[in-house]
């Protein structure tokens, strides 16, 4: 972990699904606050669930580096030839894509990084998340927010987002470039427990009305529903006193 803390804070790419690059001075924030690792019994099991974290977030920034790699020299072979046809120059050959990573089981990179999060079991989330340096943090707080806008693991985004908010709350409100992350979190976790709260409102609504279908085809009325729940709990009294 203190490694991967000091490749973070030599300056490291740190990139996410909205395609920003925090780079040195996420970084310098995480090296000088250091890791802040809140007091908490640490587990064999927590602790291979923060590794899993960081290493997905590894994978999927270097996946994500090599993709942008990739189209910076698709756009300079179409500019080669577009040059090439007006007779100023020979064109570029055609960059190949590179071969996808074996260790991301042909997901893209925001859902790999959601699938290594969502397998770690609940009781060891909030404990692997106080394992993760401010870097690794900040990174998983902007995949956070690809995952809020696509509306994936709504419940678990906004858990894992409230931890890691209220954990490195001071480094994040003193480091500049986390602010286009804050302030698109503030505005999807707004916007998503908003949603899954009229989703859940039209459920309730639904039950309901069905509730009420089938009271009318059975003949039967709220008083009735009433009457026949309190003559079972009065028969239950009846029948603990007896016993008693």
């Not at 927010?145 to 931890?163: D, F, K, P, Y």
């Amino acid at each position: 972990q203190q490694h991967r803390a000091a490749k973070t804070g030599a300056g490291q790419m740190v990139l996410g699904p909205e395609g920003a690059a925090f780079g040195a001075a996420a970084a310098a924030a995480g090296a000088e606050d250091g890791s802040v690792v809140a007091a908490g019994r640490r587990t064999i099991e927590s602790v291979s669930a923060a590794d899993t974290i960081m290493d997905a977030l590894d994978v999927a920034a270097h996946e994500q580096e090599s993709e942008q790699e990739y189209q910076a020299a698709v756009r300079a072979a179409q500019q080669s030839a577009a040059a090439a046809a007006t007779g100023k120059k020979a064109a570029a050959a055609v960059p190949k894509r590179p071969p996808s990573n074996p260790l991301m089981l042909g997901l893209s990179a925001d859902a790999y990084v959601l699938r290594s999060v969502s397998s770690v079991r609940a009781n060891d989330l909030e404990q692997a998340l106080l394992l993760l340096p401010f870097g690794d943090a900040l990174r998983l707080l902007q995949w956070i927010c690809g995952w809020l806008r696509q509306g994936s693991q709504v419940e678990l985004s906004c858990r894992v987002a409230t931890l890691l908010l209220r954990l490195h709350h001071a480094q994040l409100i003193s480091t500049p470039s986390a602010r286009q992350t804050l302030v698109g979190l503030h505005k999807r976790m707004r916007a998503a427990v908003q949603g899954q709260k009229d989703m859940l409102g039209f459920n309730i609504a639904a039950l309901k009305y069905l509730q009420r279908s089938a009271k009318e085809t059975a003949g039967v009325d709220d008083a009735d529903v009433v009457q026949a729940a309190r003559k079972a709990l009065l028969a239950d009294g009846v029948t603990g006193v007896l016993l008693g």
